[in-house]
């Protein structure tokens, strides 16, 4: 198959529309028993399984999955919209996957082989390989149909938890989309009313796609041509890529309210990053899948602001959806972005892990530029050392510190989380280290900023003069900027400035690398979370200051300038911007990111220091009004 962009056209999907119609009226299917066999254990999934073999014995069972949605409402001789939807989409899904399985048999051998079988039995080799071919034929088939049913129904509802995998056949593609079906009838027996209906179809779809990927590794040496493809049904909003990333939610609209850069007041830094954050990920190559400042360093995976309640953090970040949205209509690039909060976490166990797990793999999708967000984290994710977290919260930061720096993370370029609080010492310490970046929220902070933000919110339904300031000039990035970085020159957290003023003392200012990795060591002396992923976070940002290269604005204004040009132009043209980091780059980055650790740690400390002085009140006070009772007689302990 071709490795670029397939289009199905749809003549070739309505040559199956017959065949797909009397899949969903009726089909009968070859089904192991044992699956079905014994008494659902409590509060299990399972079943027992008796150990007596049967051997390969099989039962035939009919299955007409019209008659079973339409028992939903057996009162009503109509279906209803979601009923009438579901079975469209289930015929639908059924010619759509067995014209892949029919393109893909075009693209390899199998074709050729199936018109040779069929003027005589094939043998030996050609007989071992046209098997393979077609079991892998059938996998794509039930694949494409899972994936089908999982991208273009909607619900809603909490997904149950007793949706059985079907019983995959990889015989031919009809078996294999039969099986599908017999499945998708048994999850959908017995449902309520229409949402729970939906609910269970998507929820077997999910449950089909992750049995079909544990399965893939059976087939691999055939699915190659697949594994590469790129599949788009124009009529149905329907796109598969290989089995790079499991399909996720259709793409809807974005909306939200986006803010411009300059209606953000103060958090020069954040809002500068901000900005260079979302030119890099236009840089992003699809066919490459990679990104040039992922390889020439300086990329930010994960960031984490931290801020007082009003400072700023949700303007933010409409401001980076805003300005990526915007890049990617002229580009013509899809854009997701999602938020995680603390809706998603589940009371059942697991659930919370497989919705936040989905979250990362919709934003991840490395056929789409991505922003990811987890607005107020220290609710959502939890300290593994908090025994009052619920196991959801637990489950959570388990997911996102595997997926932000685990031992299979792979970062392509084309997405960026980041994580957002009012409280960031809440948050466990191996999670907020996995943040690449500390972007301090602080808000407006000068008298010029309050003017600013006064009257920008102020509007202009007035007639007040403004008087002797110049508007916004303060708020002029380069500028504010080049200020904000040279206030990291020296230290300002308190603890910082005593390891800082400690070293001065002793050594003077440092000149060579050794004298930096001395400063970071006595960093660590004084605050042991300043581990080895600390002293790489800072480098990171190092390389960062070391690409603070503004990529012309030019550049985003027509996609052929930039954004649409080869993987190897786009880099030749970053790399000519680019220059070498100075000792004075270092230490505002060591300082920045010291300064967080230092405040994270105050904070925390403070909350601890806090929480026992209002205890010992508490006891002082009950200790006197214990001795009042006393003396009135009412005290009966």
């Known amino acids: 198959m071709d490795a670029g962009l397939t289009t199905i056209p749809e003549a070739t999907i309505g040559k199956h529309r017959a065949t797909a119609q009397s899949f969903i009226t009726r089909v009968v299917v070859l089904e192991d028993p044992a699956r079905e066999a014994g008494t659902a254990l409590a509060g299990t999934n399972r079943r027992f399984v008796s150990t007596v073999s049967t051997g390969p014995v099989r039962r035939t069972r009919e299955v007409e999955l019209a008659k079973t949605v339409g028992a939903v409402h057996p009162e009503d001789q109509l279906l209803s919209i979601p009923q009438h939807t579901l079975l469209y989409r289930a015929r639908r899904g059924i ?206 995976f994960t960031f984490i602001g931290d801020g007082a309640p009003g400072t700023g953090k949700t303007t933010l970040i409409q401001m980076i959806a805003g300005l990526v949205n915007d890049y990617c209509q002229i580009a013509g690039y899809p854009f997701v972005y999602e938020n995680f909060g603390v809706d998603q976490i589940s009371s059942y166990q697991g659930k919370s892990g497989q919705n936040c797990r989905q979250f990362i793999n919709n934003v991840l999708n490395p056929r789409a530029i991505g922003f990811g967000t987890i607005d107020d984290i220290d609710q959502v994710a939890a300290k593994r050392s908090d025994d009052r977290a619920s196991a959801g919260q637990q489950e959570i930061t388990g997911v996102l510190m595997d997926a932000f720096a685990g031992a299979a993370t792979v970062v392509r370029g084309n997405c960026s989380f980041g994580m957002f609080s009012n409280y960031p010492e809440n948050v466990d310490d191996a999670l907020r280290q996995r943040a690449g970046a500390r972007w301090l929220v602080d808000g407006p902070q000068t008298r010029a900023d309050y003017i600013d933000i006064f009257v920008l919110l102020a509007g202009k339904n007035h007639k007040i003069p403004l008087g002797e300031h110049e508007l916004y000039a303060a708020q002029e990035i380069q500028r504010a900027v080049a200020e904000a970085y040279e206030g990291h020159a020296r230290p300002q957290e308190d603890g910082l400035v005593r390891v800082y003023e400690r070293y001065l003392e002793e050594n003077g200012e440092p000149k060579t690398l050794a004298d930096i990795g001395d400063y970071l060591h006595r960093i660590k002396e004084a605050e042991p979370r300043f581990t080895g992923r600390a002293i790489k976070n800072v480098t990171d940002a190092i390389k960062m200051r070391a690409m603070d290269i503004e990529l012309p604005d030019e550049w985003f204004e027509k996609p052929e300038t930039f954004m649409h040009k080869p993987y190897g132009d786009k880099k030749a043209m970053i790399e000519e911007l680019r220059g070498p980091f100075s000792l004075d780059m270092v230490m505002q980055e060591i300082n920045r990111y010291a300064d967080s650790e230092f405040r994270y740690a105050d904070k925390s400390d403070d909350a601890a220091v806090e929480k026992l002085l209002r205890d010992a009140r508490l006891r002082e006070r009950a200790a006197r009004e214990m001795e009042e009772l006393k003396k009135k007689g009412l005290w009966n302990a």
């Open 95 to 300: 010619a759509v996957a067995l014209a892949i399985a029919e393109v893909f048999a075009q693209g390899t051998d199998l074709e050729a082989l199936q018109a040779q079988n069929a003027r005589s039995p094939l043998q030996g080799d050609d007989a071992a390989r046209f098997r393979k071919l077609l079991s892998s034929s059938a996998y794509i088939a039930a694949f494409s149909f899972a994936a089908y049913l999982y991208q273009l129904i909607d619900s809603d509802g909490e997904a149950p938890n007793d949706i059985a995998e079907p019983d995959f056949l990889f015989d031919t593609p009809q078996d294999a989309v039969k099986s599908i079906v017999a499945g998708l009838d048994r999850a959908l027996a017995g449902a309520k009313d229409d949402a729970d209906l939906m609910a269970r179809a998507r929820s077997f779809a999910r449950v089909a796609i992750d049995g079909l990927l544990q399965r893939k590794t059976r087939l691999d040496g055939a699915l190659g041509p697949f594994e590469s493809s790129h599949i788009r049904i124009d009529a149905d909003d329907f796109t598969l890529d290989g089995f790079d990333v499991a399909p996720g939610k259709r793409a809807k609209p974005l909306v939200m309210t986006f803010r411009k850069p300059e209606e953000v007041v103060g958090n020069h830094i954040a809002k500068y990053q901000s900005v260079k954050l979302a030119k890099m990920l236009m840089a992003y190559d699809f066919d490459r899948e990679l990104n040039p400042f992922v390889e020439l360093g300086g990329f930010l």
